[in-house]
């Protein structure tokens, strides 16, 4: 041992270092769940008869967290204000260039309150992990449902518009 003593005080640093970052690792996983979980109790996050708006437009109209509106005959508490990432500019049509946010924002309702309002639309984003069989997932998709329109990322102004 004495010949290899650095080594083996290297190799005891190196894994006391290592035995740290995983104790540190699990102890803050432990606390953001416990400190989440407080969070979303006392939030009533996706609550039935509450609703998120998008910042600028709830200040733009002058709406604030505990005000009520109405939607489809449907009376909704603001409970929060918030903002969507694939949203980034306020823009109602993807030509557009300028943000309306007077007249254009997003309500944020959970599956249930959709659901109680009557018919709408279901919009889905996907990611494919598999190249090879997007073309396939797609035809699927356009002969079995149909879509609206199609808008890749970069294509989005409402997010590469902002850079």
Avoid: W
Avoid at 78 to 96: H, S, T, W
Avoid at 121 to 144: C, L, P, Q
């Amino acid at each position: 041992m004495k010949k290899n003593l650095s080594f083996y005080l290297t190799g005891s640093i190196l894994t006391a270092i290592t035995v740290m970052l995983l104790v540190g690792a699990v102890t803050v996983s432990g606390s953001l769940y416990h400190c989440f979980d407080a969070y979303f109790a006392e939030t009533k996050i996706e609550a039935e008869d509450e609703i998120l708006l998008t910042y600028r437009y709830a200040k733009a109209n002058g709406i604030a967290v505990g005000d009520t509106m109405e939607l489809a005959g449907k009376t909704f508490r603001v409970c929060g204000l918030g903002m969507k990432p694939d949203y980034a500019i306020m823009l109602r049509e993807f030509p557009d260039s300028v943000p309306d946010k007077d007249g254009f924002g997003i309500g944020i309702l959970s599956k249930e309150a959709i659901k109680s309002l009557g018919a709408g639309m279901e919009y889905y984003s996907i990611r494919y992990g598999d190249k090879e069989k997007e073309t396939a997932f797609r035809t699927e998709i356009y002969e079995k449902y149909g879509t609206v329109e199609y808008v890749e990322q970069k294509a989005n102004t409402r997010i590469s518009l902002i850079y």
